[in-house]
């Protein structure tokens, strides 16, 4: 399990920015519905 807030925000950052590149401009209720962290 991920605890490490810094951890998170750079898994974070990485999902979005993939997203980015593949889909264009996005909106974060579309990242939200998309990625669950478990």
Do not use: F, H
């Not at 401009?25 to 669950?36: F, H, L, N």
């Amino acid at each position: 399990m991920v605890t490490d807030k810094y951890t998170i925000r750079e898994m974070n950052e990485r999902l979005v920015l993939e997203q980015i590149i593949k889909n264009g401009p996005i909106s974060r209720a579309s990242i939200a519905s998309y990625y669950r962290i478990e």
